[in-house]
């Protein structure tokens, strides 16, 4: 069974992209969750986003467009 059955883009996933290779990946909503609670644990500001390691490179992931559960809203931009 793949994890993204039954999800749809518009409202379940966010979209990551590498900020070094550019290579992009959907992720389940609550999982990017998890990752920005990991965030608030490690005390880390609100202004970083969740970043996952690419799995292409060994660059870091950020969010498209995605706003955080503490209301900060974190926008990508080449």
Do not use: A
Request: charged share 25%; proline share 8%; hydrophobic share 30%.
């Amino acid at each position: 069974m793949n994890i993204l059955d039954g999800f749809t883009k518009n409202d379940d996933l966010i979209e990551f992209i590498c900020t070094k290779c550019g290579y992009s990946l959907w992720v389940p909503r609550f999982i990017v969750v998890q990752l920005e609670e990991d965030n608030i644990f490690d005390g880390l500001k609100p202004s970083v986003p969740p970043q996952p390691f690419c799995q292409v490179c060994d660059g870091t992931m950020t969010p498209r467009s995605y706003t955080g559960i503490r209301g900060v809203h974190y926008e990508y931009k080449k």
